[in-house]
């Protein structure tokens, strides 16, 4: 019987400990293991890095700005503008680089070319207080065209000129040698056309510079008509500068 | 009679019925408690699955209804600094209905699609960019929005 027993304790022994490491992570370091934590460490170090360098970048992306407006007052570096959502402050430096874009040419110029009332584009980075753009390129943009929807509501044939009827009014759009006309029928291609074919009623959108000599007066760069023959007579005209 | 190799001795083990039988049970055993050691953790997991997560997953999901004839632009947001000439802009509004879409140097005149959405891409020029992206219904109503984007070759 002592024999049966001790044969008994010799076999739990032996299949025990065998299957119960399987199981758990053993408490003995082995090399083995000793190892694979290593690397784990590395790749934790790895991740962590990584997501100090994705944040560091987000926030760089956050201040990175542009501004768009017209300049109000330049003085010992720094530019006030007139932006659409109001006033916006920013600085250049010696190292920040001037663009003039005139008649779809870029070319570097300097600093001294900005002068008040000039429009301009900045691009660069938000200072600490979140403030002042601090700028690296400026780009000096031409007059930009306005842009006027409404219902043709006059076409004179002789001065080539038409009436339309925008939100804020009557404007008089010049049709000039170089504007670029386009007719719009649902279901057909773009296609161009002559003044011949603008009629009353039809919907038109229209590019121009402003008249500088006359009010509610513009000289059309591009026109595009649409030929709806059921518009109804309150259309939502409006114009946008 | 049995033959062996020339010069070699047989030699022949005899073990008791009784050892047979304790070696079996002790490696049965060990075997079980074995098993049990390694199913434990697991068990011991499923069981502990708090009610609170069951009762989310039992949640029936909610339903967002967009207004069919909303005029919105979903792509690009308002003053985006981007470094590609071309961008694809994409929005909603009534379905097939035409859209017009407009900058200082280019235009596209699409149409958007059953489901009322729209997406196509227009060339922008250095600096600042307006673009209008206007809808026009059948009775000649128009809808415009204006985005202010911003693209430049040089890097930031």
Redo the contacts between chains.
Sequence with gaps: MK???L??????????P???K???ISGSISPTSASLELIDKLKQIEIFKDKIATKVSQKRDAD???Y?GIVEKIADNKIDLKA?DGSKKLSFEEDT?F?S?SN?S?KEIKSSALTPGILI?A???LNDNKETLLA??I?L?DE??S?I?G?IADLNKTDFTITVKAKEGDQTIDIEKLTKTSL?E?GRA?SKVGFTRFKLGD?A?I?GLKNEKQANRYSAQ?I?I?E?K???PT????I?K | MTRGIPGTKIIKLEVKK??V???L???T???L???L??RL?VLLEKKSIPVKNVKQEMQTPTMTLIPKNEFNITSPID?S?LDNKKVEISGTSEPLI?I?L?S??D?N?IESDQNGTFSETISL????N?I?I?S?D???????S?L?L?Y?Q?K?
């Design positions: 024999k049966i027993i044969i008994i304790i010799i076999a739990l022994t032996f299949v025990y065998v299957s119960a399987d199981a758990t990175k700005k542009a768009y659409a680089i663009y874009l779809n870029k584009s691009f660069g980075y690296k390129y780009y943009h930009k065209p842009r929807i219902k719009f649902k773009l919907l959108f590019l591009r595009i649409f709806m059921n518009l109804t259309v939502n005209a409006e946008t | 009784e050892v039988w304790a070696l049970i002790g490696l055993v060990g075997g408690i074995a098993i050691a390694i953790p003053n600094i035409p017009v407009e200082s140097s235009f005149i020029e250095e600096g600042a307006e209008f206007t026009v059948s009775s000649g109503n128009t809808q415009s204006k202010l911003f430049t040089e930031l």
